[in-house]
């Protein structure tokens, strides 16, 4: 058997430990140094972070947390890079879901960059958490025309006709901006088709998705979205930009995405690495079967 | 001994030798630690957005609280390390066994979930079983707490909902409780089809279902996808930049006008492939070959991006394994 036999032949076992090694020996590296690479923001990441910049100091935004805890590994970095960016602005954050598990999603975020960095934040004042809403795109379209209806009362059981940070707002479009982390149905596609379109360009939205959605969304931007963070790489360039505008020393869990950027070098390099072997010995044995 | 089984007990074999070692090196292996806070509410008046009084769980100290308990937070290791050399007795933050069992189990589910990248067997078989018997049972018991108990038995008994299970329940108005019986009697009406005969009521809600849904995304889709996106896409070619002196600047301007010239390009050669009532000879063979060049582009660029996602959540598991279980890597400054 010559070589090109052979590794035609070779057990998809070993391509299966390489990927481990390309992934795993990269996070201990990290792990243990704490060195990342540079990020270089792309525009569609920039543009998220503009949206938030330009919102004035106490705007209410609305953030909703449509993923679970599988999606977690790509999502929740650039889920906490928003609410710190917002934080961070002194906007209002009015946090939902979509999804059953997206409420605890939202309050694992709050607890982990307000109550912890950001402890004069009053929550039902700054900041709330209205969490899960059963329903889909009817509740998308209920908050289209009275947004209490949609959500009657907070996480914590508070009526939210009550909440002083809800005091004004009837509909949607009474917030300016609308952040939405999305990890597949309902998610930013559903939020531009019901929300944003019909908002009548009242509802600026910027989505941050899973590599799977994110071919599907990139079309939306920049007409229909106002901005876009696609997969784990468009968090790693937000939260550099958001981490630089901020300065001083960044806490660890605000570079959660970038230390993943190394593993995905990696393990982007012997993917490529491996697709044009296979195909370098698949043209070889039919050089080899013709002669 | 086939050499399947022997690889299987060599795997097994070094993996629990290198755990005892990793226990019995440094700090050892994951543990999770918590710290009890005790919350003390009281209900007041406070007045509400209309002027009127509402009644308001407020924090009171200890003394004045009409409700209390004690809630479990989870401290960093590094916190029970210092309290513990401060005072050895301390009780402040303390091991917590349920959420350690639950540490490892997430760690032996993940790895159960890995060896089947070498071949199928039952640790494998045990936690892909547990993921859907879990997954059903939570969606049973969020489909009827956070869906039939607020939305259905809210609207019909308000009154027991709000006495027996949910104080913060907003009753519903009238229309909406009559709009839950029809929603109760299309649900009834569903669940004819598991009776043995009239299953042909089931089809009456499922009719309703595809007609609500028909009619939800039909004006949707035309006003977000066809209409947004055609007037997206019929964008003057030429996009001129101003230059900082009043001019164009021909350079800036080069990229978005590539840009929407590829769109214009892509748009027409992928409508032309489309076109099945046309052969695809001649000019339209070959729009229609740019057509399938532009497709595999993009099924390209999902495949990378798919390939990204799946990466970065192989990378999230690696990182439980070697951060919170083996206590290997602390990116989080959470030890040390």
Same mark, same amino acid.
């Given at each position: 058997m010559n070589m090109v036999d052979r590794l035609n032949a070779l057990d998809r076992r070993w391509v299966f430990l390489l990927m481990g090694l390309a992934v795993a020996v990269p996070i201990l590296w990290i792990g243990i140094t704490g060195n990342t690479f540079p990020e270089t923001p792309t525009p569609a990441a920039a543009a998220v972070f503009k949206a938030v910049e330009d919102q004035p100091e106490g705007t209410r935004v609305l953030v909703a947390f449509d993923y679970d805890p599988a999606s977690a590994g790509e999502l929740q970095p650039m889920a906490t890079a928003l609410l710190h960016q917002c934080a961070q602005r002194k906007l209002k954050i009015v946090c939902i879901a979509l999804w059953p598990l997206g409420g605890n999603m939202a309050q694992q975020t709050i607890a982990e960059v307000i109550r912890a960095d950001y402890p004069a934040m009053r929550e039902g004042e700054d900041f709330v958490n209205l969490g899960y809403q059963a329903g889909n795109e009817g509740v998308m379209k209920v908050v289209l025309t009275d947004f209490k209806k949609a959500f009657p009362v907070d996480a914590r059981g508070q009526a939210t006709a009550d909440l002083p940070i809800l005091q004004g707002v009837q509909t949607v479009k009474d917030f300016p901006l609308l952040l939405n982390v999305s990890a597949g149905y309902p998610g930013s596609k559903e939020w531009v088709q019901y929300v944003v379109s019909a908002s009548e360009g009242k509802v600026k939205m910027v989505a941050g998705c899973t590599g799977v959605q994110s071919p599907q969304m990139y079309p939306y931007f920049p007409g229909q979205l106002a901005g876009i963070l696609g997969a784990i790489k468009g968090a790693a360039e937000y939260e550099s930009l958001v981490n630089q505008s901020i300065g001083g020393d960044v806490a660890p869990k605000y570079r959660e995405a970038q230390r993943r950027m190394a593993p995905q070098l990696f393990g982007h390099l012997l993917m490529v690495a491996l697709i044009v072997a296979g195909n370098t010995l698949f043209f070889m044995g039919r050089k080899g079967a013709r002669a | 001994m086939s050499r399947q089984r022997l690889t299987w007990i060599v795997l097994g074999v070094v993996l629990l030798a290198l755990l005892v070692v990793r226990g019995f090196v440094g700090q050892g292996l994951g543990r999770v630690y918590v710290q009890a806070d005790q919350v003390s509410l009281a209900q007041m008046d406070e007045k509400g957005a209309d002027g009127s009084l509402v009644k308001v769980w407020k924090p009171v100290p200890a003394a004045q609280a009409t409700q209390q308990w004690t809630e479990w937070s989870q401290a960093a290791p590094k916190a029970y390390f210092e309290a513990v050399a401060k005072n050895p007795a301390q009780t402040d933050i303390t091991l917590s066994w349920p959420r350690t069992i639950g540490l490892w189990l997430a760690a032996f589910f993940t790895l159960a979930i890995f060896s089947f990248l070498y071949s199928d067997n039952v640790f494998y078989k045990l936690a892909e079983a547990t993921v859907v018997g879990v997954s059903a049972a939570y969606w049973m018991v969020i489909g009827f707490w956070d869906?039939? %108990? &607020?939305?259905l038995f809210g609207a019909l008994t308000p009154d027991m909902v709000i006495k027996w %299970?949910? &104080?913060s329940l907003q009753p519903a108005g009238a229309m909406q409780q009559a709009s839950m019986w029809l929603a109760l009697v299309l649900g009834v009406m569903m669940l004819w089809r598991l009776a043995p005969r009239g299953g042909w009521i089931a089809a009456w809600p499922l009719a309703f279902i595809v007609g609500v849904t028909a009619g939800l995304k039909i004006v949707s889709h035309v006003e977000s996808d066809l209409m947004a996106q055609s007037v997206a896409t019929m964008q003057p070619v030429v996009q001129l930049v101003p230059a900082a002196d009043g001019g164009t600047d021909w350079y800036a301007s080069l990229w978005p006008t590539l840009a929407n010239a590829l769109v214009l390009v892509g748009v027409i050669c992928a409508l032309v492939y489309f076109l099945f009532s046309v052969q695809h000879k001649g000019v339209v063979g070959a729009t229609a070959r740019v057509g399938v060049w532009y497709l595999m582009i993009t099924f390209g660029a999902s495949f990378g991006f798919t390939v990204m996602g799946r990466i970065a959540l192989l990378a999230a598991r690696f990182e439980f394994l070697f951060d919170? $279980? !083996? $206590? !290997?890597?602390d990116p989080n400054h959470l030890r040390s």
């Open positions: - | 869906t039939i %108990v &607020p939305k %299970v949910q &104080p919170d $279980w !083996l $206590w !290997l890597i």
